[in-house]
C-alpha cells in the first residue's frame, strides 16, 4: 500500500472522516461539492494540516497518528503537490522553480538545475526554463508546477484541480499531456477535481466526497454509472430517485415509477435521459411511466436538446434538435414524459 | 486620470515664480527704525512688551530681574528667550523679534554691531569660569591639568558657543595644549546637564552656573592667571518696538534692579 | 480588423475629465509648502565657495560619519526590526498591541525626548548604562552611541513596513515550499523574504533617510564630538551657529541631495511594491 490513510478532521460545520487507499501507479480521483472538505483532505496528506484522529502512512512510514503523537511536517514527507492556482514563485525562472525541492532538500545548484532541466523537457517546457512564471501561460504554468513536484521524486502526488483554472480548450490538451506524464509517475497520485471527464480519462478510481463523507468509491465508469447520490447523478448526466420499492413500484414522493424487476425496501432508481421520451399530449403507449411537467429549461450540445422538465417528478429528457424544433419545444411547455420499465435501473440504497 | 489643460499648468508656474520672487526681496529689507537716544526718566512707568533675548548663563539673574521689573512697572510685559548666544545672533540677523540683546561675549554682539542691527553695547556684568564637577568632587579634580588625565571624561561648550571659547583661552593661557573634550556641547545647560547625569566627570562652565546648579555639581576654581573674564555686553535692538521699555530695561540693568540681581547671583560688577 | 474612418472633427474633452479648481489650488499650496524652504536654500547657496566649504576636513569627516552611522544603524534596525516585525505580523501573543505601541513610541517622541530617555538608560550612571561602563561598554560621545541614537529613531519605519508586507503575503506560497521540502527558515530565507523584497527595501530607505537626518537624539545621547559624534546634521547647526551660515548652507544641500535621491528612488520600489 502506497497510501493509507484515515483521515479525521474536526472542522468548522461538520468533521471530515475519509479512509483511502492508494496503491503504486495508482490515479484516485477525488470529487465532490465546494465545501466537501477536499481541500482539507490534501492539506491533511501533505501534512499541512495535523489530523485530529486517524492515522496516514506513506509507503508504510506513518506520518500521521495523534495516537502516538507522532507527525512528520510537510518539509520531511515525501508528498508533491500541485496547488491549484500552481503557486510558483514569482521571483525564481521557471527551471528555479523545478530546482527549488532539490535545493530545499540539499543538492548543489547545478545539479538541481540539471534534474530541473530533465523534468522540465519531459513537461513539454524546456524553452520557458528561463521565463518568469508571470510569463507563463495557464497551461505552462500548470506542467512547471507539475514538474515543480515531481522533481523531489516523491511516494504520493496530490493534484488539486490542475486543470480548473485553463480555458476549455487549453484543458483539453493539457489533460492529455497530464495523462502522458503521470503515466511515467510510478507512485501514488490522488487528484482532485469537479470535472468528470477528468475523473473517466485519467482515474484508475474515484471516490466521492459529500460533507466530509465518503458517498462512494469504486471503478470511474461502474460509479458514474450506478451513482448513489445526487450529486453524482448529475455529474454523470443521470436522473436519480430514491425512493421505497414494493414489488415492481417505488414510491417516490407521491409519485410511483414503475420498475421491470421485483425490489423491496430503500432504492435508488436511475433513469438515463436518452430514455425519455417527451409527448405533446398525454401519451396512449406501453410505457408504465408517463408524468406531467412543465420545460424549465433546455440546453442544446452536440447535437442533442436536453430538456429539464420540473413538476412532482423532475426528469432531463435528451432529445435530437430535429425532434425539439418539430415538437415546439419552448420554456414553459406543458408536456408528459414517458419512460419504458425496462430503462430504469435500480440499485439498493 | 485627470489631465491639467496647459493654461492651468501656466499659471501655476507664474504663481510660483511671483511667490519665489516675493520671498526674495522681503528678507532683504533691514529695520529701518533707528536706535532712541533717551533714556526714560527716573519715576516713568515703562510699559508695553519686551522680548529680551539673552544668553543661556544668564537665566536665573535676568529671571530675577524680569519678576523685580514688571512689579515696578504693572503696564510692562517681558518674555525672555535664553539661548547659546550664537544661536540668538542668527536668530536676530534673520528678523526675529527681539528688543533687547544680552551677550555672554563680545565676539557674539560684534557680528550683530558690524551689520548694524544693534545699537551701542554696554557692558552690564562680567563672569569668570569655574571647573563643575560632581558633588563630592569623586575624581578628585583640582586643575585644568587634570581634565586631561585619562579616566576622565569632560566635556565642554563647542567652540561657537562663548563659553566655550573662553574654555579654550583658559588651556591657553594654562600652557596646556588644546583640550580634546569629549564632546562639544550646545551651551552651559547642556554641559551641567551631563555632570548631572554622571555621563561627564568635569566640565567648564561660569561660576554663575555653579552656583544656578546648586547642590547637583560642585565648582573647582580656576586661579586667576588661567581664569579668562568674561564680559556681558547689552544693547537695544535697532528694530525694537518699544525703544522706551528697551532702554528703560538696560539701565535698569546696569545701574538698578537688574545689577542687583545680577550679584545675587555671583555675577561680578561691570567695572 | 476593420479600418475606421478618422472622425471628422476632434471631440472635446468631457468635462468630468477636469480638475475642480479647489482641488489645484490645494494641491499647489501643498507643493510650494515644501518646494519655498527647499528653493531658499537653493537661491541662497554660495556656490562658488561650495568646493571649498566641502572639502574642509571638519565637513569630510561629518558626511563620512553620518554615512557610517546612518548605514550601521540600518544594518541594525534590519537585524532586529525584520524579526520583529516577522512576529509582530504572524504570532497572536498577549500583549502585543503593546509593543506594537511601543514600537511607534519613537516616531511619536520629539528626538531630544528620545536621548535623554536613551541617556537615562544607557548613560554611564544608566538604568542599564552602568553594567556597561564596567565592561567597557562606552555609550555617550563615542561612535556607538549616534549609532544607537539613530536606530531609536528610524527602526520604527522599518519595522511599521515590512510588518504590513509580512501581514499580506499569501501563505500558500509559503506552504507550497514547505511540500517541497524547505524547513520553516529555508522558507524565509527563499520564499518569504523574496517575496517582500520591495517593501523590505522601502522600509530600509526610509529607515537609513531617518537616521541620517537625525539630529536631537544623537546630540542629547552620544554629544557633539568631532570625528566620533559630530554627524553632518550637528555640524551644519554647530556651522551655522558659528555664523558661517555660507558654509551652513552648502552643507544642508548635500544632506537634501542625498535625501532627495534616497525619496526618489524609493517612489519606484513602492510601485513595484504594488
Known sequence: MSLDAIVQVALEDFTLDVELHVDDGELLAVLGPNGAGKTTLLHALSGLRPVDGGRIAIDATVVDDPATARFVPPEQRSVGVVFQDYLLFAHLSALDNVAFGLRARGAGRSAARARAHALLTEVGMHDKASSRPRELSGGQAQRVALARALAIEPALLLLDEPLAALDVQ??????????????????????VTHDPIDALTLADRILIMEHGRVV??????????????????????????????????????????TVADDHHGDVLAVIPPHAVVLHTAPPESSARNVWPGTIAGMERY????????????????????????????????QLWAAVKATEIEVHAA | ????????????????????????????????SSSTASAATAGAKLTGSLNVFAAASLTAAFTDYKKTLEAQNPGLSI????????????????????????????????????????????????????????????????????????????????????????????????????????????????AI???ESGDADATIVYVTDVTAAGSKVEGVAIPENQNVIATYPIAVVKATKNPAAAQGYVDGLVNGPGRQALEARGFLPPS | MATRTAPAARRTRPTTDRVPGVVIAGATCAVLFFAIPLLGLVWRAPWSAAWDVLSTPEARTALRLSIQTSLSATAIALVLGVPLAWVQAR???????????????????????????????????????????????????????????????????????????FRSTDRRFEDAARTLGASRLSVFRRVTLPMIRPSLVAGALLCWARALGEFGATI????????????????????????????????????????LAVLVALRDRWLTAL
Do not use: W
Open chain 1, 170 to 191: 487549453v484543458r483539453v490538451e493539457t489533460r492529455h499531456q497530464l495523462r502522458d506524464v503521470l503515466a511515467r509517475f510510478p507512485g501514488a497520485r490522488i487528484l
Open chain 3, 220 to 259: 542629547t545621547f552620544a554629544g557633539n564630538a568631532p570625528g566620533k559624534t559630530q554627524t553632518l546634521p550637528l555640524f551644519v547647526y554647530v556651522t551655522l551657529e558659528g555664523a558661517n551660515s555660507d558654509a551652513a548652507i552648502i552643507l544642508s544641500l548635500v544632506l537634501v541631495a542625498v535625501s
Open chain 1, 302 to 333: 452536440a447535437g442533442r436538446v436536453r430538456v429539464r422538465l420540473t413538476g412532482t417528478l423532475p426528469i432531463v429528457a435528451e432529445v435530437t434538435v430535429a425532434a425539439a424544433t418539430d415538437l415546439g419545444l419552448v420554456e414553459g411547455m
Open chain 2, 79 to 190: 518674555t525672555n528667550d535664553f539661548a547659546g548666544s550664537q544661536a540668538l545672533v542668527t536668530q536676530i540677523e534673520n528678523g526675529a523679534p527681539a528688543d533687547v540683546f544680552a551677550s555672554a561675549d563680545m565676539k557674539n554682539m560684534q557680528k550683530l554691531v558690524d551689520k548694524g542691527l544693534v545699537g551701542t553695547p554696554q557692558i552690564f556684568a562680567k563672569n569668570k569660569l569655574e571647573i563643575a564637577v560632581a558633588p563630592g568632587n569623586p575624581k578628585h579634580i583640582t586643575s585644568l591639568a587634570d581634565l586631561e588625565q585619562s579616566g576622565i571624561v569632560f566635556v565642554l561648550e563647542d567652540p561657537s558657543v562663548p563659553a566655550g571659547n573662553y574654555a579654550r583661552q583658559a588651556f591657553q593661557k594654562a600652557g596646556l595644549p588644546a583640550p580634546k573634550p569629549a564632546s562639544n556641547e550646545l551651551d552651559v545647560k547642556s
Open chain 2, 1 to 32: 486620470m485627470f489631465h491639467a489643460s496647459r493654461r492651468t499648468l501656466a499659471s501655476i508656474a507664474v504663481c510660483c515664480t511671483l511667490v519665489a520672487a516675493a520671498c526674495g526681496s522681503s528678507s532683504k529689507s533691514s529695520s529701518s
Open chain 3, 91 to 165: 504570532v497572536a501573543y498577549p500583549g502585543r498591541r503593546v509593543v506594537r505601541a511601543l514600537v511607534l513610541l519613537p516616531m511619536v517622541l520629539p528626538p531630544v525626548v528620545g536621548g535623554v530617555a536613551l541617556l537615562l538608560a544607557l548613560g554611564r550612571h544608566g538604568l542599564v548604562g552602568q553594567y556597561l561602563d564596567h565592561v567597557g561598554v562606552h555609550l555617550p560621545f563615542h561612535f556607538g552611541g549616534a549609532v544607537l541614537a539613530e536606530t531609536f529613531v528610524a527602526m520604527p519605519f522599518l519595522v511599521l513596513t515590512v510588518e504590513a508586507a
Open chain 1, 216 to 257: 462512494q468509491v469504486g471503478r470511474a465508469e461502474d460509479v458514474l454509472e450506478r451513482p448513489r447520490s445526487e450529486y453524482v447523478a448529475e455529474l454523470a448526466g443521470v436522473n436519480l430517485y430514491r425512493g421505497r420499492a414494493d414489488g415492481c413500484h417505488i414510491a417516490v414522493g407521491r409519485d410511483v415509477v
Open chain 2, 193 to 195: 546637564a551631563k555632570i
